[in-house]
């Protein structure tokens, strides 16, 4: 099974399962009958539910965490009481409260929002069924890809329809604020975690001994999120490991046979925070989650936002993935309540699968024309002739399909229709006019609008569209790092592309999903994509464009170019900027506003570089790279700039020097 | 002459004696033929249905044994004639007849019987020599070291641990040393209670014979029909009642071993000493490296004055467990005490022998009734643990009394002394079984572990899964038969034994599946914070895991030993190391 995280060589070749359509059912009956239904679901092992007062006596008594409590007590001075109480409230702030009335409640609820949002809410139900064995197999922990608030309500939601036993959420404290909401979700089945607690010694008991007390006793399939919290560009983010520690630990203890971690890809035509990410990532602050907040959301309920798709992925089971690779035997001689650093080996497994994991989502992702129309219109600022489109998009469908990205284009239906159907459906953000198409930003600023203002408006437009073009990144990542290495080497020797690319690579591995230590691996993958679609040829020692291969390296290139300006961009920034002690918070803001003067002036197009998250991962590749070196003054971090080393770096990334080589990797 | 007499009442192919072995009748009932245990002569009508539904099989499908031995398939003996010719002049007895070195090429694992079962006969010894004493074994072994003669010293040939198989990759002459002419006891010390006894003696008959006198040694491993003294010295035997008698390392007071050095011996019997570490320990776990254990002074106590068997019932496994671990932890363990899972509570109830009265079915047909109806017992969780008592009669009740209440802390019922005495009883015709299944396309075999109580439930629970698990992923058509049962409470962990068997109609090489299983299995153990082994032995199936189970240098310091005691590999069997 561990095969199942080594996509074949040929991606293209992944057998898919069918998607139905889950809310057709749910048009033809009645919703009421449906949130009243007998809910029987199976169980792990069959065992008996247990209560929640049951499963909050087992954590607060477990020998872990009454061993932490010894500790911190003996630490701090404090009476043992008084810090068992603290555990109890920090259990109680934490767990949740999953109760039948309140998921009968929202499989009510959501039955009439989810038929009003959507046109049809299509999930694999082979998956739900290999998910059903699953679960009573072996403790099962969903790994849902995060890219709206609409995805856990959506997965418990689907679990109830299908009648699976009902998962436990990691959710963010953020939730909490929203008082009557927070409490729903609570009853509804998520537990909130603080969003940092990283010296708390008890918090951290408290809360790794209640995930793991449900694992254990398979009380309920546990989800969370691997990235962390929603991606706001489309894109995956890079993974967080803390939690899937967690989960996984339970395996190397022997505490149970196997643990099985379900990828499951969600997604939307149409995001339902899309613009609200634009401006998030443009520096208008994200609003404080209330609830009176989602309630003036109700406007949102009278847009179309299309089609969603759930896919649930293999399980991936754990003993498979540790197989021959950690040894649980070195639990063996300290009682496995005190907590233990995994061995390094763990420590390696875990993020690893943490990568691939995010990889098995991406590659399970449902993608849409529309993505494709928005990556051309990204390309082409200027607008296109609708035929040309049309032209262009069925020849980058071929492409994404020979690079075997899951396309969901109907077949049946003319070039014309299917982009037309994208374009109606995102008339937000890409206009026809006089047979040109274009994407709806502003051209001249509107009334009492400043210069400013219409560079942020119209940024907004091309962050919107782009998080479209990000969904299928994933599909072009590895082919187009090459495409640019092969522009930038100085010949067209194997291992000249190979260390330009491996630079690139390096230089991105925060933007895109790269799987630490794979480069070599990628980059073979990359020449082959590319020589399978006939852009490259390969012999022993060289790699060329070949003959007709321009089309398709230009369009891999042009996919990467706002990235790689945007990287330019802040590089530049960090070179002038004469603030000796820049406060790492500092940061963002200066940058975007650098950037914005550049556009100001004329002499910057790419709207992307004012986006945040391109600023942070652009941030950490350079820290990574030496390039700038986080100093902590207090309780600030200030950056010190190498510019020499930023300088070099933005000429490299604009090819005008040639590649050094920033990292050894063997080829 | 008795140098053949054991080899004439047992099976050359299959566990024990040549007259009791279970078989289906013409009516398809199970029964259990000749006289010598309490379930001779029995019907057993739930047998075959267990037996059918457990492993998928049918009572059509047969795999009988090769009848007889293929004297012509045995290998000619390769003889040092020298070494022969002052053998006799010694007086040391010596046969290279092919039955009785095929008798003494194997042990009982499951790969050996399998194998012998085929009529296959693999590298055997080319002489059998028996010493009748002591010196004899001293004679054997300088003479072995003149001719550089590899010495392999056989007991009672119960090995599970393929410790008695030859070397494939040994060139010398091979000779098997059969102790079992060296079986008397020598004096017993009433004043100190100590026995001194010729190493070659079987179990039962020692106990028999200290019985005589009033006193036993108490040592009672579930081999000890068939095993030696000298076997379990070599081995560091365990026994079901070691709750009172120790186990064998805590039972031994002095041991003689001839080695090719010279004899190894300490000098007095004082019952502890503070001399370095304990040379007793170089010997006692040796397996037959270093040299043969010739004679041993052993504890004896004064026979027991009243035994009373029990049985308790759980509503599952889990409370069975913490109510032994509870037990232990209060120190008042019986003198034996085991818990068996469910799915050997079921295997317990198919051995049931035909019940002779209404009475007693109708009594049954009450208890189970009891048990499963009124204390919502489930009986597919269900298990029970069998208990022994033993001491005197006013003590023993006392201490049932403080076990069973115990017992009730965790849900546990007294459920009789019959089913406590049949759980022991079965101990004894349940390595009988494994030929009745090898008779129908089913293998299987036992092995054991020793784990912090801690970690007891989880190692059942991983290991019986993996079982499973490898079995399915083989190719095992059927799921395997997958259990376990705790055998033995200590203060800091408990002994597991675990039985597995599978239906292997359809694989093409079911030993090969069957030893990877088995390999996946113990991986398992390890894996979960269990021992390498609690008392069958490394031998040679367990050899690759030594240096991992005793650190490099552990296994540097034995092999120090070893080459210090035995610099040319006299007593060459290759095991442990």
Redesign the interface.
């Known amino acids: 099974m561990a095969s199942v995280l080594y996509s074949p060589r040929d991606p293209g070749l992944k057998k898919r399962d069918e998607l139905e359509d889950m809310l057709e059912e749910r048009r033809r009956s009645s919703d009421a009958r449906h949130a009243l239904r007998c809910y029987a679901p199976a169980v792990y092992k069959g065992l008996a539910p247990r209560e929640v007062s049951a499963l909050r006596g087992a954590v607060l008594q477990s020998d872990a965490l009454q061993h932490v409590i010894g500790q911190v007590s003996a630490e701090c001075g404090e009476r043992r009481e008084l810090v068992q109480e603290e555990a109890a409230h920090l259990l109680d702030e934490m767990a949740h409260r999953l109760r039948l009335g309140t998921v009968r409640f929202f499989a009510y609820v959501l039955s009439k929002v989810f038929k009003t949002l959507f046109r049809s809410v299509r999930v694999n139900e082979e998956g739900v069924q290999r998910l059903q064995q699953a679960i009573q197999d072996h403790p099962v922990v969903l790994l849902p890809s995060h890219r709206s608030y609409m995805d856990f309500l959506m997965m418990s939601y689907i679990l109830y329809t299908y009648d699976l036993a009902l998962p436990v959420i990691a959710a963010g404290m953020d939730f909490m604020s929203m008082k009557v909401v927070g409490e729903m979700l609570r009853m509804s089945g998520a537990f909130f975690i603080r969003r940092s607690f990283g010296g708390d010694k008890l918090y951290w008991a408290v809360f790794s001994e209640y995930v793991k007390t449900m694992l254990r006793t398979g009380y309920a399939p546990i989800e969370f999120f691997l990235e962390g919290t929603r991606s706001r560009t489309g894109k995956s983010l890079t993974p967080k490991t803390g939690l899937l520690n967690i989960v996984m630990e339970p395996f190397f203890k ?2 149970v ?1 196997d643990i099985h971690l379900v990828p499951v890809s969600i997604s939307y035509d149409r995001i339902l925070e899309e613009s609200l990410y634009a401006r998030e990532l443009l520096g208008v602050p994200k609003p404080k989650e209330t609830t009176s907040g989602l309630l003036k959301a109700r406007q949102i309920l009278r847009e179309d936002y299309g089609v969603m798709h759930v896919y649930f992925g293999h399980p991936v089971s754990v003993r498979s993935l540790a197989q021959g690779r950690v ?3 070195q ?2 001689l300290v ?2 309540h005190i907590p233990q650093r995994p061995c390094l080996a763990a420590q390696a497994l875990v993020g690893e699968a943490a990568f691939r994991l995010v990889r098995l989502q991406e590659q399970a992702m449902v993608l849409r024309p529309w993505t494709l129309v928005a990556t051309l219109l990204l390309q082409n600022p200027d607008g296109m002739d609708l035929p040309v489109l049309e032209e262009q998009a069925a020849w980058l469908r071929r492409l994404a399909l020979s690079f075997g990205a899951f396309l969901d284009w109907p077949d049946c239906k003319p070039c014309r229709e299917v982009v037309g159907a994208g374009l109606a459906l995102h008339k937000n953000l890409a206009r026809v006019s006089g047979g040109r198409v274009r994407l709806a930003v502003a051209e001249t600023p509107g009334v009492g609008q400043t210069a400013e203002e219409l560079a942020f408006d119209r940024a907004v437009g091309v962050l919107s569209c782009a998080s479209y073009r990000n969904q299928i990144l994933h599909v072009f990542i590895r082919p187009a790092l090459l495409s640019v290495a092969l522009r930038t080497a100085n010949s067209s020797r194997k291992d000249e592309v190979y260390t330009c690319f491996n630079f690139l690579w390096t230089v991105f591995s925060n933007e895109f999903i790269l799987c630490p230590g794979a480069s070599v691996q990628d980059f073979e993958e990359a020449c082959y994509l590319l020589g399978k679609c006939c852009a490259v040829q390969e012999s022993q020692q060289d790699i060329v464009m070949s003959e007709g291969g321009h089309a398709t390296l230009a369009f891999l290139r042009a996919l990467l170019d706002p990235f790689l300006q945007g990287y330019q961009v802040v590089c530049q920034y960090l070179c002038k900027e004469t603030e000796e002690n820049l406060r790492e918070n500092k940061f963002v803001p200066a940058a975007r506003n650098f950037a914005l003067q550049l556009i100001l002036a004329g002499t910057l197009k790419c709207y992307e570089a004012l986006s945040s998250d391109l600023q942070k991962n652009a941030l950490a590749a350079l820290v990574q790279l030496e390039a700038v070196t986080k100093v902590k003054v207090g309780d600030q971090v200030t950056l010190k700039v190498n510019r020499r080393a930023a300088s070099s770096l933005e000429d490299m990334l604009g090819g005008r020097i040639p590649t050094q080589k920033p990292v050894h990797a063997r080829l | 002459s008795s140098h053949f007499f054991r080899q004439d009442i047992m099976k050359w192919n299959g566990w024990g004696y040549s007259d009791s072995r279970f078989l289906f009748n013409k009516k398809g009932q199970g029964e259990f033929t000749g006289k010598r245990y309490r379930l001779s002569g029995m019907i057993l009508p739930s047998l075959k249905d267990w037996f059918e539904a457990t492993f998928g099989t049918s009572l059509q499908h047969k795999t009988p044994a090769t009848p007889t031995l293929n004297v012509s398939a045995v290998p000619p003996p390769n003889l040092v004639e020298p070494f022969v010719e002052e053998l006799k002049v010694a007086g040391v007895a010596a046969s290279h007849d092919p039955e009785g070195r095929v008798f003494r090429s194997h042990g009982h694992c499951l790969h050996e019987i399998f194998a012998l079962r085929e009529g296959r006969i693999g590298r055997v010894p080319d002489l059998v020599v028996w010493p009748n004493c002591h010196n004899d074994v001293v004679k054997i072994v300088e003479l072995a070291c003149k001719y550089n003669v590899c010495l392999m010293p056989y007991g009672g040939g119960t090995s599970v641990s393929s410790a008695l198989e030859c070397p494939l990759e040994e060139t010398r002459s091979v000779v098997s040393l059969d102790t079992s002419q060296m079986n008397r006891i020598l004096w017993i010390d009433e004043k100190n209670l100590t026995v001194h006894v010729e190493a070659g003696i079987i179990g039962q008959d020692l106990e028999r014979q200290l019985n005589e006198s009033g006193y036993c040694t108490g040592h009672e491993p579930d081999s000890m029909e068939f095993s030696s003294l000298g076997g379990w010295v070599a081995t560091r035997a365990s026994g079901m009642k070691k709750n009172i008698y120790g186990n064998i390392e805590d039972l031994v007071v002095h041991i003689k071993m001839v080695t090719p050095r010279g004899v190894i011996e300490k000098s007095c019997q004082g019952p502890r000493m503070s001399t370095g570490p304990d040379i007793h320990h170089f010997i006692m776990g040796s397996e037959g490296t270093l040299g043969v254990v010739t004679e041993v002074t052993m504890k004896i106590r004064p026979l027991p004055e009243y035994q009373k068997y029990g049985s308790i019932v759980f509503p599952n496994f889990q409370q069975g467990v913490s109510c032994l671990r509870e037990v232990a932890r209060q120190r008042c363990a019986p003198a034996s005490i085991r818990l068996m899972d469910n799915e050997q509570f079921q295997f317990g109830h198919a051995l049931k022998p035909q019940v002779s009265s209404i009475f007693t079915s109708f009594l049954d047909g009450l208890k189970k009734f009891y048990i499963t109806k009124f204390k919502g017992f489930e009986p597919h969780h269900l298990c029970v643990a069998t208990l022994l008592f033993e001491g005197d009669r006013e003590k023993v009740l006392q201490h049932e009394k403080q076990v069973y209440d115990i017992a009730a802390k965790f849900g546990g019922l007294a459920a009789g002394e019959d089913n406590g005495q049949r759980g022991y009883m079965l101990t004894f015709v349940i390595a009988y079984l494994r030929d009745l299944g090898m008779d129908y396309y089913v293998i299987g075999e036992s092995f054991e572990t020793s784990v912090p109580w801690d970690r007891v439930l989880d190692l059942c629970r991983n290991v019986k899964e993996r079982i499973v698990r490898e079995c399915k992923e083989r190719g095992v058509q059927f799921p395997p038969f997958s259990t376990c049962r705790v055998t033995q409470t200590y203060d800091a962990g408990a002994c597991v034994y675990f039985y597995f068997a599978f239906n292997y109609r359809g694989l093409a090489d079911p030993l090969h599946v069957y030893e990877r299983v088995e390999h996946e299995a113990r991986e398992e153990i390890l894996a979960n914070g269990g021992s390498l082994s609690h008392h069958h032995g490394v031998g040679k199936l367990r050899k690759e895991w030594m240096r991992e189970a005793v650190s490099t240098v552990g296994l540097g310091m034995l092999q120090s030993v070893k080459e210090y005691v035995d610099p040319n590999n006299i007593f060459g069997n290759r095991n442990l190391l």
Request: glycine content about 10%.
């Open positions: 022997g505490e046979f040894k649980r035997s639990y063996n009682p496995r």
